[in-house]
T-cell receptor, first 112, second 111 residues
Framework: GEDVEQSLFLSVREGDSSVINCTYT??????LYWYKQEPGAGLQLLTY?????DMKQDQRLTVLLNKKDKHLSLRIADTQTGDSAIYFC????????????FGTGTQLKVEL | DAGITQSPRHKVTETGTPVTLRCHQT?????MYWYRQDPGHGLRLIHY???????DKGEVSDGYSVSRSKTEDFLLTLESATSSQTSVYFC??????????FGPGTRLLVL
């Protein structure tokens, strides 16, 4: 089955850019997603990219997709303390059920 | 926010007792999912439903059963709770090609 991997922690200073990385194994994945989870809350969809795109920008967020290396990244520009959260990469599984496979999540800590 | 509620939000129970968690949606979405979230594992799919009375297993379905008798409700049952089922449980919904939207979660502690 699909395997999705992320690094566990990232620490940045306020105002810097953050880059969260994700690798996956299924080259036929069609949609790839980034979710944000704040403490004690559910997952909030941040953005997604379709597999025929290389990049997608949405305000401070930039998603880059390298299909050859099966690598997805999320860049957050001008990172703020409110961006501190866990970020999950998710990949749509081929086959029925509209199922997603999630990475283990990256804990982003923003320091003053 | 997608109209998803989960109940209860917190529960403490004892080993061996049955537990039922409820997910309710107001979006009339076809697909519903139950996940568990544990440190170091991210979210893992327990069961999902692709319509009323249509359900299928996910990757960690042992010890869990589900039922969906109407579009808006998806129930997750632990027939005999064990300490390894202590976790945070999330329900999600999807209309099809679009992404999944998540509920607020249920924290379950099995003593």
């Amino acid at each position: 089955g699909e395997d999705v991997e992320q690094s566990l922690f990232l620490s940045v200073r306020e105002g810097d850019s953050s880059v969260i990385n994700c690798t996956y194994t299924d080259s036929s994945s069609t949609y790839l997603y980034w979710y944000k989870q704040e403490p004690g809350a559910g997952l909030q969809l941040l953005t997604y990219i379709f597999s025929n795109m290389d990049m997608k920008q949405d305000q401070r967020l930039t998603v880059l997709l390298n299909k050859k290396d099966k690598h997805l990244s999320l860049r957050i520009a001008d990172t703020q303390t409110g961006d501190s959260a866990i970020y999950f990469c998710a990949v749509k599984v081929t086959g029925g059920g509209n199922k997603l496979t999630f990475g283990t999540g990256t804990q982003l800590k923003v320091e003053l | 926010d997608a109209g998803i509620t989960q109940s209860p939000r917190h529960k403490v129970t004892e080993t061996g007792t049955p537990v039922t968690l409820r997910c309710h949606q107001t979006e009339n979405h076809r697909y519903m999912y139950w996940y568990r979230q544990d440190p170091g594992h991210g979210l893992r799919l327990i069961h999902y439903s692709y319509g009323v009375k249509d359900t299928d297993k996910g990757e960690v379905s042992d010890g869990y059963s589900v039922s969906r008798s109407k579009t808006e409700d998806f129930l997750l049952t632990l027939e005999s709770a064990t300490s390894s089922q202590t976790s945070v449980y999330f329900c999600a919904i999807s209309g099809g090609e679009e992404t999944q939207y998540f509920g607020p979660g249920t924290r379950l502690l099995v003593l």
